[in-house]
Each structure stands twice: as C-alpha cells, then as structure tokens.
C-alpha cells in the first residue's frame, strides 16, 4: 500500500483519518469524503464472520518495533469513527468484525501529534510480506501479512478495495498522510496498510 510522503509531525493538530466500514450487514452506500477534527466519516460495511473472535487488546507490528494497546472505537450520531483519544495507541471499529473473523477489520490511529510523532508514524515504511500481530483478549493471537501499502487523497479512497476486498479474513492499518490542510486542520490523503491473514 508505494511511494509515500512523509508527512511533519511537529506542531500540528492531526485530524481522524480514516474512511472505515460502518456496521455489520450494512446496505452498501456510496463512501462519502473524510471529515476534519474530531470524527471520520464512515463508508459501508459487509462483514460475514465464520465464527465470533474475541475483541483484540494489543496491536504488534516488529518490522517498525510498534506495540500499542488496541481500545474500540465507536460511531458518532452521524455515523462517524470516533478517532482514538489516545496518540499513543490505536483503536479499532467495533461495529465490524474482530481481527480474526471472516470480513475486513479495520485498525485506525493518528499520524503524529502537536508533540510529535504518534503511534502510526511509522505506517507508511511496512512493505510485502511484514508481519502484523494481534493479541486478543482470549490470550490468542492473529497474525496477518502485508501485501501493500497505499496513499489515497480522502476524498477518493476507494471504498470497495480497501473495505470489501477479497474474500477471506483481512485487516486494514488506517491512518493520515500527504500534506496537512492547515484551512481544515486534517491531512489531505490516507494511507491504508492491506494485510491479509497468515496462513
């Protein structure tokens, strides 16, 4: 998920980042532009899960020695991912499936922080075949390998191929990246980790 940009971390206020799949079983609908601040405008969801897998709690990635808790995220009134409270660690979008089950899980985190770089800083340097892990509150583990990486300006993020490609058990790493919109206060683009579980 290419050539990507590095985007400054000092002394801006990163905005939510992500297009993210909204509920299970949704009807789909057309994906709708990232919003800046405090939400992330959701797009659709089909998630169909072989069997329940516990919530994951931690979030493990050593080709860019990143361990950070994994918390849920919620939608807002609007139908928005709520992006994480935390800059430091990651959240991932309850409303569609756990690592693990059949579907596209999503994890989402922020760029970089007012203070500097945040706990998806690193994201963009994932090439094929990294591994990703992660721990779920069972005591079990899921691991995941990366296919790609991407960068996608947030108004044309291509909702069927990042959400609702292939068939089999996948995970999306969401977070912002290209220039930052000072006007709006958000990153113009996002970029999307494509990972697929290990056989």
Same mark, same amino acid.
Request: net charge positive; hydrophobic share 40%.
């Given at each position: 998920?290419?050539?990507?940009?590095?985007?400054?971390?000092?002394?801006?206020?990163?905005?939510?980042?992500?297009?993210?799949?909204?509920?299970?079983?949704?009807?789909?609908?057309?994906?709708?532009?990232?919003?800046?601040?405090? @939400? #992330?405008? &959701?797009?659709?969801?089909?998630?169909? *899960?072989?069997?329940?897998? $516990?919530?994951?709690? /931690? =979030? !493990?990635?050593?080709?860019?020695?990143?361990?950070?808790?994994?918390?849920?995220?919620?939608?807002?009134?609007?139908?928005?991912?709520?992006?994480?409270?935390?800059?430091?660690?990651?959240?991932?979008?309850?409303?569609?499936?756990?690592?693990?089950?059949? @579907? #596209?899980? &999503?994890?989402?985190?922020?760029?970089? *922080?007012?203070?500097?770089? $945040?706990?998806?800083? /690193? =994201? !963009?340097?994932?090439?094929?075949?990294?591994?990703?892990?992660?721990?779920?509150?069972?005591?079990?583990?899921?691991?995941?390998?990366?296919?790609?990486?991407?960068?996608?300006?947030?108004?044309?993020?291509?909702?069927?191929?990042?959400?609702?490609?292939?068939?089999?058990?996948?995970?999306?790493?969401?977070?912002?990246?290209?220039?930052?919109?000072?006007?709006?206060?958000?990153? !113009?683009?996002?970029?999307?980790?494509?990972?697929?579980?290990?056989?």
């Amino acid at each position: 998920m290419r050539a990507l940009m590095m985007a400054a971390c000092a002394l801006v206020t990163v905005a939510a980042c992500a297009t993210v799949p909204a509920r299970r079983h949704a009807t789909p609908a057309a994906a709708t532009p990232a919003v800046p601040a405090a @939400g #992330v405008r &959701v797009g659709t969801a089909v998630a169909v *899960s072989d069997a329940e897998a $516990a919530d994951p709690v /931690r =979030l !493990r990635i050593p080709a860019i020695k990143l361990s950070t808790r994994v918390g849920p995220l919620r939608l807002d009134a609007r139908g928005r991912l709520v992006a994480p409270r935390r800059f430091d660690q990651v959240g991932w979008n309850k409303a569609g499936p756990e690592p693990g089950e059949r @579907g #596209v899980a &999503v994890i989402a985190g922020h760029v970089d *922080s007012t203070t500097g770089p $945040a706990v998806f800083y /690193r =994201l !963009r340097r994932l090439s094929d075949g990294d591994r990703v892990h992660v721990d779920r509150a069972d005591g079990s583990t899921v691991t995941f390998v990366v296919g790609r990486v991407a960068r996608y300006p947030k108004s044309r993020v291509p909702d069927k191929e990042v959400y609702h490609g292939g068939r089999g058990t996948e995970l999306r790493l969401v977070t912002c990246g290209g220039t930052f919109d000072r006007a709006r206060r958000s990153y !113009r683009d996002n970029v999307v980790v494509f990972a697929r579980r290990s056989a």
